[in-house]
């Protein structure tokens, strides 16, 4: 318990550390409420960033928030953050139906974009903004949907258990409890691209994309409750969806912004079909199956808990008549809140049991800048794909595609 509460407090108060000269400064389009979280405090620890600048469309708004979390300039407008030439990267934490345009004007006036998710409205604004001209060549701005769980420690590993060729079933979950949404919140506005499959549905459908290494064929069923009246009309607060994959697999995802009272851990079940494993140990007429059932509990929040929690189910048989000779079972626990945990491929990586998955993200979005390797990463095929997903979901449940923008 101890380690927890420090680990927790750390992350919400990490240690400050010195700038460098060349450090690289953000501005901030909104005086969003995730802002702090998704890059003001990440940026507290990392030595290359600067939160600089911050507008809003209330200026009185942006002045309060500037106040309260150390931001040095206000701007008038979001247009004034771009134009200006001592700001190198841009964030934009705005609602959904907003993504679009002010990424296409960041991008367009040369800089680095952390654009949260989900990218667009949907497949047909991604495909536009991700094939902007602008993002060829060696000297184009970075863009990066921020799916910052998927920079985690625990994801990484995780998924480095699984091997897609492998996987049968795949469930996942995800879920706010009531009390924490209204009806009034942007993600129940139709026309800022609000609903569920947008918000907390866009982990559980890349959940399913990555760990199938695929995307689906077709979604096979959607059921979405969504409200009926005005602005929020169309705008889904609960789904379950199934989808169909490659070689028949099927997944099927959940989520909910009006859940239950008390908050629960999203969660993603991968269910293996049975594959022959090597041991060298066996006599030659006998051979050793496997089928696992594996679960990251803490999906999209590590840093405050998660487990990976393992079922192994063994065969050892006959190889010509199958005859069954010992069935057993293992199961096994881990937790990775670094990547010297995690080991493997992932053990000379930065980090601290502190850092937020947001954190993560901020070190490869600032490597990617700088040309360093990085480890993980969401490219432009990925977050197309991503919308390309939502969209199949929502014409599924009659609920219809998000809507474009109006900006060209």
């Not at 927890?4 to 501005?27: C, E, H």
């Not at 994309?209 to 069923?221: A, I, M, Q, Y």
Request: aromatic letters at 10%; glycine letters at 6%.
């Amino acid at each position: 318990m101890a380690a927890l509460i420090n680990r927790v407090w750390t992350a919400f108060s990490p240690p400050q550390v010195t700038k460098q000269k060349d450090a690289l400064k953000f501005g901030v389009l909104g005086a969003a409420s995730i802002a702090p979280l998704s890059l003001i405090i990440p940026a507290r620890s990392h030595p290359e960033v600067i939160v600089q600048a911050v507008a809003a469309r209330d200026r009185s708004k942006a002045e309060a928030f500037a106040k309260t979390h150390g931001i040095p300039e206000v701007k008038d407008s979001y247009q004034d953050i771009l134009d200006d030439p001592n700001i190198d990267c841009i964030f934009i934490p705005l609602p959904n139906g907003l993504h679009f345009e002010w990424a296409v004007r960041a991008i367009r006036a040369g800089k680095h974009v952390l654009l949260e998710k989900p990218s667009t409205s949907n497949a047909k604004e991604a495909e536009i903004l991700f094939n902007l001209p602008e993002l060829s060549g060696p000297d184009a701005p970075v863009l990066l949907e921020a799916f910052h769980n998927r920079f985690h420690p625990s994801w990484n590993l995780f998924a480095s258990l699984i091997k897609p060729e492998e996987v049968l079933h795949i469930k996942t979950h995800s879920m706010i409890p009531w009390w924490a949404t209204s009806k009034s919140d942007i993600h129940f506005n139709y026309k800022l691209s609000g609903g569920t499959m947008m918000a907390m549905g866009t982990y559980n459908y890349a959940a399913l994309r990555l760990l199938f290494g695929s995307s689906p064929l077709e979604c096979v069923s959607c059921d979405a409750s969504a409200y009926k009246d005005g602005e929020h009309a169309n705008c889904d607060y609960e789904f379950k969806a199934t989808f169909r994959f490659p070689n028949g697999a099927i997944g099927e995802a959940s989520s909910t912004l009006q859940g239950e009272t008390i908050l629960k851990p999203s969660h993603v079940t991968v269910t293996t079909k049975e594959v022959v494993i090597a041991d060298a140990s066996l006599p030659s007429d006998q051979e050793k199956v496997r089928s696992q059932v594996l679960t990251l509990n803490g999906m999209i929040h590590g840093v405050f808990w998660h487990r990976i929690d393992n079922t192994s189910n063994f065969t050892l048989r006959n190889k010509s008549t199958h005859r069954i000779i010992r069935r057993w079972t293992e199961n096994t626990t881990r937790k990775a809140y670094t990547f010297e945990e995690a080991g493997g491929e992932f053990a000379e990586l930065p980090g601290e049991a502190h850092w937020m998955s947001y954190r993560y993200q901020l070190e490869a979005f600032v490597n990617k800048i700088r040309r360093r390797d990085v480890q993980t990463w969401v490219n432009g095929e990925d977050s197309i794909a991503q919308m390309e997903m939502i969209d199949m979901a929502y014409e599924k449940s009659g609920l219809g595609a998000r809507p474009s923008s109006v900006f060209r």
